[in-house]
């Protein structure tokens, strides 16, 4: 089937069957452009518990269709791809988790969404890069904290909040491939140009960045930023395709990884599993389907509330 094709089946489809398309930022431009609603995780977090569509597509990665489905047990959440997963979350395996927070007992367990379910029922809050920095300062000063599974992300919050926490050493594939001596020699070639950079890329680079935030965050900064016209934007390259729609007349560049390769930007390959062609297969089959253990689904459920009462 061609694209429009694709297209025309997908909208017959998403009406014949009461389903919401949620796409991330980082998944590719078609999927994007026809997704009901496009977000970062914690907007989708939102959506997905607002949505009164009977099946969720859920265009991103396995831990987001699996929060979607933890919010609404009895609705369908499909996933174009299942292996879409994500380094952040296949690093902190549950067993090996459990005996780290064995380690730190009377510790408060704050964990980022980007884990799995599982995780997340040992996680008294749970957290995205929008609302960190609310939680971490929500949690009394004397109370002593564990924050899994991104350790980029936790040593940022640390030195955000002055609290010192118990990191899981943790990262994201994508944001740790971030070259510093390729960004400082674009700098110097760009000396106007403002850096904007996600919270998961490592310190070196957040520590040369204009505006630190999520996704959502970083495309604001660069709607609202007029001093310059010109951008170093260091998080995953499939978010420029939605800022290059807001910002016409500016100037966007991908901050450069330390392999060459043929983007010269980061890419995520779990998130690009997901493609036109499969997302319409998921909602024409509602296949293959987030199933979860109804206990799991209750576990998990207390620590995302909580994020989302706050938020
Ligand atoms: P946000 O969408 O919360 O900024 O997270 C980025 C990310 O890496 C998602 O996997
Ligand atoms: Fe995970 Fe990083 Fe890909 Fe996000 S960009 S899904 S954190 S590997």
Known sequence: MGKSELVAEINRLRKEKNAVILAHYYQEEDIQDIADFVGDSLALAKKAAETNADIIVFS?????????KIINPNKKVVLPDMRAGCSLADGCPPDAFRKFKEKYPDHTVVTYINCSA????????????SNAKKIINAIPKDQPIIFAPDQN???YLMQETGRDMVLWKGSCVVHEAFSIEKLLDLISKYPN???????????????????????????NYIKTTTETDTFIIATEAGILHKMAQDNPNKVLIPAPV?????CACSECAFMKLNTLEKLYRCLRDESPEI????????????????MLAIS
């Open 193 to 219: 140009a403002k850096i904007a950079a996600h919270p998961e890329s490592q310190t070196h680079i957040l520590k040369v960045a204009n505006y630190v935030g999520s996704t959502a965050g970083i495309l």
């Open 153 to 155: 992300l936790g040593k």
């Open 291 to 306: 199933v979860l253990d109804k206990e799991l689904i209750e576990k998990a459920l207390i620590p995302i509330e909580r």
């Open 258 to 262: 330390d392999e060459d390769n043929s």
């Open 60 to 68: 991103g990665v396995h831990f987001m269709a699996e929060t979607a």
């Open 118 to 129: 599982e995780i997340k029922t040992m996680s008294d809050w749970v957290c995205t890069s």
